[in-house]
């Protein structure tokens, strides 16, 4: 019969290096979606990263306007909508940062 193990556990025992740590397939432990790839705080983390590289990105791209416009190659209307955009991208990016800040020392403060 095969030894099972939690998928919490194993997970703890990678980040903390345990190298004996066997694979969910050899011991017989199923996920959906196959191998345990990252936990859910790493793919939130990623997807948090890649947003604020589209924010930088959006930044370059109205900044380039901006100069393009004072060359007088674009029209100001599409420097008004590029920076509009910007505008509400870097809202959003400090409301959900301040959200998580909020939300992280709400948790470190809980009772264990």
Known sequence: MP???SPASLRLAQLLGDNKT???RSIGLST?????KNSPFEDILSKAINSLDAVSKQEIRANQLVGSYLKGEVELSDVM???????VMVQLAVT???SAVSTF????QMQV
Do not use: D, M, Q
């Open 32 to 36: 959906v979606a196959g191998e345990l």
């Open 81 to 87: 909508i590029e920076t509009s955009k910007l505008s």
């Open 22 to 24: 066997e694979s969910p």
């Open 3 to 5: 030894r099972t193990i």
């Open 96 to 98: 959900t940062i301040n």
């Open 105 to 108: 020392k709400e948790i470190t």
